[in-house]
């Protein structure tokens, strides 16, 4: 089975653009959040969506927006970047935000570097 | 708040040798703990969780996990080591009452042969 995908693997932007990320989950898995991370440190939680709701959001600025599709698939939108959104976007699906056994492991994408200059 | 400390920003061993890879954490009520692995340019990998029960959790390629309440720890350990299990290593907790997952800095495994 296919595991997350995330287009584009890579990006360079410049300062005041926008950019959209993309995320397709595992099959089946109706939960997907989004996490920024900087070189050197650990991934930043964003977002968390699960049935096309917003579930949780991490402390990013409103420039940091995100929705999720009738198919499950996520986009997350950057307005206005910055130099300090250069990181690694990394994408996570799960089954569902809490089974029965507690919280299902997330399954991660290998991302999207995104560069801005 | 939550919050993740990995101590040791690289740990080394030789192979055959027993890993440790260090971590506590801080949440206000009780933890779900969590390790992922992660090999350069690649997402990460889920290893081991805890969720409540036995204290001691074992995960996949032989890892597994002591969780200890009252240190607030929840160190990663394998018996031997393997030069493939060089990687970047992150804890990860989530408060059972918050979607959040916080990760620590991460620590990098380097096992020589």
């Known amino acids: 089975d296919a595991g997350v995908t995330q287009s584009p693997t890579h990006l360079i932007k410049t300062r005041g653009q926008h950019v959209t990320l993309r995320c397709s989950p595992i099959?089946?898995?109706?939960?997907v959040s989004w996490y920024q991370q900087v070189l050197g440190q650990g991934p930043q939680f964003i977002f968390q969506?699960?049935?096309?709701?917003?579930?949780g959001r991490g402390n990013f600025p409103d420039r940091f927006s995100a929705r999720q599709f009738p198919n499950y698939s996520s986009e997350l939108n950057v307005n206005a970047l910055l130099l300090g959104d250069s990181a690694l976007y990394l994408c996570?699906?799960?089954?569902?935000?809490?089974?029965?056994?507690?919280?299902?492991?997330?399954?991660f994408g290998d991302g999207t570097r995104l560069s801005i200059l | 708040a939550q919050s993740v400390a990995q101590p040791e920003d690289q740990v080394n061993v030789a192979e055959g040798n027993p890993l440790t890879v260090k971590c506590t954490y801080s949440?206000?009520?009780?933890?779900?703990l969590f390790w992922y692995v992660q090999y350069p340019n690649r997402g990460l990998q889920f290893l081991l969780k805890y969720i409540t029960g036995d204290n001691l959790v074992k995960g996949s390629y032989g890892f597994e996990a002591e969780f200890n309440k009252s240190q607030t720890s929840f160190h990663l350990k394998k018996p031997s080591a393997l030069v493939s299990d060089s990687a970047l290593y992150f804890c990860?907790?989530?408060?059972?009452?918050?979607?959040?997952?916080?990760f620590g800095a991460g620590t990098t495994v380097t096992v020589r042969a």
């Open positions: 099959s089946g898995h109706k939960s």
């Open positions: 949440v206000s009520g009780n933890p779900y």
């Open positions: 969506y699960y049935e096309k709701e917003e579930r």
């Open positions: 996570a699906s799960s089954l569902a935000v809490t089974g029965g056994s507690g919280p299902q492991p997330q399954h």
């Open positions: 990860a907790v989530r408060d059972r009452g918050d979607y959040k997952l916080s």
